[in-house]
């Protein structure tokens, strides 16, 4: 099976109404030729799950100023004002979440499981509208999980199982987005030979990838 | 070291340094948190976390890596010694009690310890990031802030009016005038900043608080 595209072909996966994940931490990890191909696509009215709104022209940030996404599930919007200005204009739904609380909604999405209990966020506005249970006669906030259609990822390099490694703090949430969306694309910048990456080095095992798009080298 | 020409922020960081015990895995907060280890004593070695991915976190190389950002999204560099892992395991980290002190800026904090630093409501709404899980899972908690807002009101106060980011979470205030404990009897003067007297302290904190003996003397 071959599972490297062409960019063009990227483009024509993006829906209107979608809903789409995207690695990366302020831009650091996010797959900036992904999220071009989101904007070459037209698509809108998107749903976003992504750890922050990254700055106006980077990360996941064109997406908000191009006005393609109708929803934000995020833990952090203030480096991109425009994420701001459209919430407050009433454009754009914006779901704040502890970042803690953030990854495990997305491991429980990936991970089969029906919710986390964490005691973050209780006694705060994020418990509102939650359920609270005791355990051990400690509070916890039962936190719902994170699927996406689509996770779009960025790691350093491939091989053409699609196994996967990534660079120094680019990791960030691209592996357990992985396992969170029916379909998983990976820009990397460089693809080898089955074979060519020792099992033991990879992060993220081939058969959660589903496409991958290469930059630079071959 | 020299008090004279230290600014607030640099008392308040070198003063938090004091806190730190060889060896503490430690959060550092954006800003201010920041200038805490230019003053840990030199037979102090801290292991620096930093949430989006990594322990031993240092300062940049001359050679920038756009893959290699502290948690503020700033150039970083990774010290010997130091490993990469993704944000679940980070936070796992955090909440589940692995790191041992965490320093964050404030808003507001008051006599119960609840803090309030991620929104001030229709004015800025920033998201909490990290935030409420570092206040939720490290074992102790510093709150290193200016004591007196750019206005001039006092920010150690009875009860937060803002959102919270924890409810009886924080364990030290640091300012540049003094050191206050929370205890669950309320708060508790620790230490007065060089120079320092005692009643511009009870002039500036809305809060009451009780004094340990030795201090004021």
Redesign the interface.
């Known amino acids: 099976m071959n599972k490297i595209i062409p960019k063009e072909e990227v483009s024509t996966i993006f829906k209107d109404g979608m809903t789409i994940m995207a690695g990366g931490?302020?831009?650091?990890?996010t797959p900036q030729e992904l999220v071009s191909a989101v904007l070459e696509s037209n698509a809108k009215d998107i749903t976003l799950i992504a750890?922050?709104t990254a700055v106006v022209d980077k990360g996941v940030g064109p997406l908000i100023v191009n006005k393609r996404v109708k929803k934000v599930i995020?833990?952090?919007?203030?480096?991109n004002p425009e994420t701001?200005r459209q919430?407050i204009e009433g454009e754009l739904d914006v779901e704040?979440v502890?970042?803690?609380?953030f990854?495990?909604r997305?491991?429980a999405g990936g991970a089969g499981l029906g919710g986390v209990l964490?005691?973050?966020?209780?006694?705060?506005?994020?418990e509102e509208g939650k359920e609270k249970i005791t355990i051990d006669g400690r509070e916890f906030l039962l936190e719902k999980p994170l699927h996406a259609e689509v996770a779009i990822l960025k790691a350093?390099k491939a091989d053409k199982a699609g196994n996967l490694v990534y660079?120094?703090?680019?990791?960030?949430?691209?592996?357990?987005m992985a396992l969170a969306a029916d379909l998983v694309i990976a820009q990397v910048d460089e693809v080898v030979e089955i074979g060519e990456i020792n099992p033991d080095e990879v992060?993220t095992p081939g058969i959660l990838v589903d496409k991958i798009l290469v930059t630079g080298g071959n | 070291m020299s008090d004279v020409m230290m600014t607030p922020k640099q008392i308040i960081a070198a003063r938090v340094a004091k806190e730190m015990k060889d060896g503490d895995v430690v959060n550092l907060g954006i800003g201010l948190p920041t200038l805490v280890p230019d003053y840990l004593p030199k037979d102090v070695n801290v292991i620096l976390q930093s949430e989006n991915g990594y322990i031993g976190l240092g300062p940049a190389n001359d050679e920038i890596d756009m893959d290699l950002v502290n948690a503020g999204g700033q150039p970083a560099g990774i010290i010997p010694g130091g490993a990469f892992f993704d944000s679940f395991f980070s936070f796992s980290l955090i909440r589940g009690g692995h790191v041992d002190v965490t320093v964050l800026g404030g808003l507001e904090v008051d006599a119960k310890g609840n803090l309030a630093n991620w929104m001030v409501p229709g004015k800025m709404v920033p998201g909490m990031g990290g935030a409420m899980d570092l206040v939720t899972g490290a074992k102790k908690v510093i709150v290193a802030m200016e004591h007196c807002s750019k206005k001039g009101t006092p920010k150690i106060l009875e009860e937060c009016t803002l959102p919270l980011t924890g409810k009886g979470v924080v364990d030290l205030i640091v300012t540049e005038l003094a050191v206050f404990s929370v205890t669950e009897e309320g708060l508790v003067l620790e230490d007065l900043q060089e120079g320092v007297d005692l009643e511009t302290v009870r002039e500036k904190t809305a809060a009451s608080f009780k004094v340990k003996e030795f201090i004021g003397c």
């Open positions: 931490f302020m831009g650091v990890g750890s922050d995020a833990s952090h919007i203030g480096t701001g919430m704040l502890p970042q803690g609380t990854t495990e997305v491991r964490t005691p973050t966020g209780i006694g705060t506005v994020v350093r660079n120094r703090s680019a990791r960030n949430f691209n592996p357990i992060m």
